[in-house]
């Protein structure tokens, strides 16, 4: 296909220009990125097209600062804008190609959902660039062992970001991908914990260890005083997707999921909310006072393993048995706070009139959401983290995401689009 050699020849010759200025890591991502044009999914010509805007403003800005010292200098330059012009002339020409019937015949795979894989990672891609280049430490763990690694790094993340957005929005393959892709981001993130703990500090985000309890999302600020970054990293992903934090992202929430495996879950105590609250209470209580009694971080930090390891006993000792994710649903403070403040993003899950009451979404729901009183009332209880395992279960069509101004499908789309990105973005840089 002409325009895809046009294509590969033009990443290739902007893959050479980071190279010439010492940017190995891009360049060798733009070379990986090539290759990966030829295999012929659709999502990758549209990543192609902002690849190569990305180039044009590359070459154009090249041009300026070259054309300005030449002038400066009093030496040729004619040459250069011929040369350069001809290379930007073709870039427009192949981003242009790419939109033609003929270029999108070629890119014959995966149209499916090619626009939300294409959006999912030029989105990871953008936060990850973002962060390398901003952070004031080096977060990616490619650039940690290998110095300007990076970028291959984030090449091989927008590409699994975005087989995970396509298998999310099949619906065949949408429970079963989230259950995996969330217990290997609870795998990646505490695997680099033990090799932390075991001398590697490079995985380590700070060189510093932390206890990994969700539960100290809120206590540790309030014991300490200081070191809000996971507050508000949370509160931040409580406005993208709401209570989807206990669905997708929470490195503790992957554990009770896995242990919550009974095909017909049982029912959780009516008295469990006042415990869910109590739980909350308490724990604010404890931080607050042990901080004001003063008492030495190596207590504290005692307390708050023993907190975790209880939370461990009731995965494996009450969730287990129930099928239900007793210590996501009402042991975990953060839980609690995700599903009522994780009310402030537009994102819900509604059951239509179209539903029959077949029960087939209720076995699958493992966060006590779903009963027939809530099928008859149209929407699910508080504990709803939006994991959308009732959806894709549904041959009626009748349990729907819902946001405002968006049709169903759509708010489907964007809100796994946002939520798929977090998951890879977290994944990369989320370490103790």
């Not at 729907?400 to 994944?427: C, K, Q």
Request: aromatic share 10%.
């Amino acid at each position: 296909m002409p325009i895809t050699i046009l294509t590969t020849l033009s990443i290739l010759l902007l893959a050479a220009h980071n190279l010439r200025f010492g940017e190995t890591g891009i360049a060798m991502a733009l070379l990986l990125f090539t290759a990966l044009v030829w295999t012929r999914r659709d999502w990758l010509r549209i990543t192609s097209i902002a690849v190569l805007s990305w180039g044009l403003f590359t070459w154009t800005r090249t041009l300026i600062t070259l054309l300005q010292f030449r002038i400066a200098a009093d030496l040729p330059w004619i040459r250069l804008c011929l040369i350069l012009g001809t290379v930007m002339g073709i870039t427009v020409l192949c981003i242009l190609g790419l939109t033609s019937q003929k270029t999108r015949a070629f890119f014959n795979r995966g149209r499916d959902h090619a626009q939300p894989q294409a959006f999912t990672a030029l989105l990871t891609a953008g936060f990850l660039f973002f962060i390398r280049e901003t952070a004031s430490m080096t977060m990616l763990l490619a650039d940690r062992f290998i110095p300007g690694s990076g970028p291959v790094e984030i090449i091989a993340l927008t590409v699994y970001a975005s087989w995970v957005c396509g298998h999310l929005l099949n619906p065949k393959t949408q429970a079963g991908t989230r259950r995996r892709v969330w217990l290997l981001f609870s795998i990646v993130f505490f695997g680099q914990f033990f090799l932390g703990i075991a001398g590697i500090d490079q995985c380590l985000m700070t060189g510093i260890l932390h206890l990994p309890v969700p539960a100290l999302i809120v206590a540790g600020p309030l014991f300490r005083g200081e070191g809000f970054f996971m507050p508000i990293l949370f509160a931040s992903t409580l406005l993208l997707v709401g209570p989807a934090w206990c669905s997708h992202l929470c490195y503790i929430g992957a554990w009770d999921n896995t242990m919550a495996i009974k095909t017909r879950p049982g029912d959780i105590p009516i008295w469990a909310p006042v415990l869910r609250w109590s739980i909350l209470f308490f724990v604010v209580l404890t931080a607050l006072g042990l901080r004001l009694l003063h008492v030495p971080t190596l207590t504290a930090v005692i307390m708050a393993g023993m907190f975790g390891l209880a939370g461990i006993g009731v995965m494996v000792f009450i969730s287990r048995k129930r099928g239900r994710m007793v210590h996501c649903t009402v042991f975990c403070p953060i839980g609690i706070l995700s599903n009522y403040l994780g009310k402030i993003a537009p994102w819900r899950i509604r059951i239509s009139s179209a539903c029959t009451g077949c029960t087939a979404c209720l076995p699958t729901c493992r966060y006590n959401a779903l009963d027939m009183k809530a099928l008859r009332r149209g929407k699910p209880h508080i504990t709803c983290t939006l994991c959308g395992d009732c959806v894709s279960a549904c041959k009626h069509g009748a349990l729907t995401y819902t946001a405002p101004f968006m049709t169903s499908d759509m708010a489907r789309t964007v809100f796994l689009v946002i939520v798929t990105t977090l998951h890879t973005v977290f994944m990369a840089v989320a370490r103790i």
